[in-house]
């Protein structure tokens, strides 16, 4: 992807990127997932979030929205941009993976459970 540029998770941030992610308006981003797996990418600061997690999810041969992804916490949107979520060279994103439901059993038998609808 254009403007997009994933690194290896061992490269230290600060080895020799700092001058050309200032110049350039480029910043280096880490995302981290639930078993503590890195992957860091340098984006430009008014690339959309969108374009970062659709290729971190290609990246891990998943489709698009598996994984939720948050920065302190709050959910980051697609339309986000590292400069309007004031992300700074170095900052770190959580993925986790979307999970959807729980509770229920597949025949939806809210009877069996007490419920009334």
């Avoid at 078993?35 to 600061?45: D, L, Q």
């Amino acid at each position: 992807m254009e403007g997009l540029k994933a690194e290896a998770a061992s490269t230290p941030v600060g080895s020799g990127m700092d001058s050309t992610s200032s110049s350039d308006n480029r910043m280096c981003i880490t995302i981290r997932d639930g078993e503590g797996v890195e992957m860091t990418f340098r984006v430009k600061k008014t690339t959309k979030m969108k374009k970062l997690m659709s290729n971190y999810c290609e990246k891990h041969g998943v489709a698009y929205g598996t994984y939720r992804f948050t920065l302190d916490g709050k959910r980051i949107n697609e339309d986000d941009t590292p400069e309007s979520l004031q992300m700074e060279d170095g900052d770190c994103v959580d993925a986790f993976l979307y999970q959807q439901g729980g509770g229920g059993d597949e025949n939806n038998n809210n009877e069996r459970h007490g419920c009334i609808f």
